[in-house]
T-cell receptor, first 115, second 109 residues
Framework: ETGVTQTPRHLVMGMTNKKSLKCEQH?????MYWYKQSAKKPLELMFV???????ENNSVPSRFSPECPNSSHLFLHLHTLQPEDSALYLC??????????????FGSGTQLSVL | GQNIDQPTEMTATEGAIVQINCTYQ??????LFWYQQHAGEAPTFLSYNVLDGLEEKGRFSSFLSRSKGYSYLLLKELQMKDSASYLC??????????WGAGTKLIIKP
């Protein structure tokens, strides 16, 4: 148990569907992240929030839309996805950002399949 | 560009020792991390090195040489539960984490 919970664990969606991924952290951290993990590729940072404000968006397509209503919750809204978006989506949190030794705590991820 | 290299896959025997290497070329350096990820589970933090040398934590040790852009993770007395992927990541001068693709470690009895 890492203190970061993601739901759902698995998701299958068609290209015209709209769905949302949810992440909740119980660690009192101030920063939250969305990562994409594809097989045999490095983790790709998608979005970073610090104290509920987005501080980084790594040129992610607009079909991915993040939302951070408070420092404990993070959502990733999905719409009109493509098959190449199929991957494991990981949420993470850290105490802060920009300190150097911030350890990330990850959720178990949502395995997304786009048909 | 920034790059982290680590072997794709390694195999070792239960009870043995294995060393997983990581080399990096990044814009600046603010520390190197190792994470362990079992299949279908969350990556979990193993170690953080910012100064040269060896850090030991039980059966696991991590080494860093900043001048060589090189680190390794050393796992001793291997157990079947050590079968996992091991992710190397470097924090650059902008405090961005640059990730390697991970090393899948297979332990055989």
């Amino acid at each position: 148990e890492t203190g970061v919970t993601q739901t759902p664990r698995h998701l299958v969606m068609g290209m015209t569907n709209k769905k949302s991924l949810k992440c909740e952290q119980h660690l009192g951290h101030n920063a939250m992240y969305w990562y994409k993990q594809s097989a045999k590729k490095p983790l790709e940072l998608m979005f970073v929030y610090s104290l509920e404000e987005r501080v980084e968006n790594n040129s992610v397509p607009s079909r991915f839309s993040p939302e951070c209503p408070n420092s404990s919750h993070l959502f990733l809204h999905l719409h009109t996805l493509q098959p190449e978006d199929s991957a494991l989506y990981l949420c993470a949190s850290s105490q802060a950002i920009g300190t150097g030794n911030e350890k990330l705590f990850f959720g178990s991820g949502t395995q997304l399949s786009v048909l | 560009g920034q790059n982290i290299d680590q072997p794709t896959e390694m195999t070792a025997t239960e009870g043995a020792i294995v060393q997983i290497n990581c080399t990096y070329q990044t814009s600046g350096f603010n520390g190197l991390f190792w994470y362990q990820q079992h299949a279908g589970e969350a990556p979990t933090f193993l170690s953080y090195n910012v100064l040269d040398g060896l850090e030991e934590k039980g059966r696991f040790s991590s080494f860093l040489s900043r001048s060589k852009g090189y680190s390794y993770l050393l796992l001793k007395e291997l157990q079947m539960k050590d079968s996992a992927s091991y992710l190397c990541a470097v924090m650059d001068s902008n405090y961005q984490l640059i990730w390697g693709a991970g090393t899948k470690l297979i332990i055989k009895p």
